[in-house]
């Protein structure tokens, strides 16, 4: 009995989440020197609508890191639509933001 209870209390929990949006802050991009990966930090504005009305809108922190970091930072502009896939980590201070696992630079319609 005990070794099912310790399998089962080391499954990873789903921590998924897929956020759409505008970049509304520009990108904080640190780059280090080799075999360290580089870092980007950048907020995305997702708003949501009734009647073509803004009833909501949330800004999210995002985390990029590796050479998906460098390229974000060479693409990302503020204003620029995109789909970002990633996973939830808090902070010691209760913050929270997204680890960004994929993004996609979205053309705006219309």
């Known amino acids: 009995m005990r070794d099912k209870e310790t399998k089962a209390s080391l499954r990873s929990d789903l921590n998924s989440v897929l956020i759409e949006g505008t970049i ?3 990108s904080e991009y640190t780059s280090y020197s080799e075999g360290i990966q580089a870092h980007l930090d950048f907020e995305v504005t997702s708003k949501r609508f009734n009647k073509a009305v803004c009833v909501n809108a949330s800004t999210f922190t995002i985390e990029v890191v590796g050479k998906q970091a460098e390229n974000v930072w060479l693409k990302a502009k ?3 639509s995109v789909r970002i896939v ?3 980590e808090g902070e010691a201070n209760g913050f929270v933001k997204v680890i ?4 996609e630079f979205r053309v705006k319609q219309g």
């Open 100 to 103: 960004a696992e994929h993004i």
């Open 78 to 80: 503020v204003g620029q």
């Open 86 to 88: 990633g996973r939830l």
């Open 24 to 26: 509304s802050r520009s």
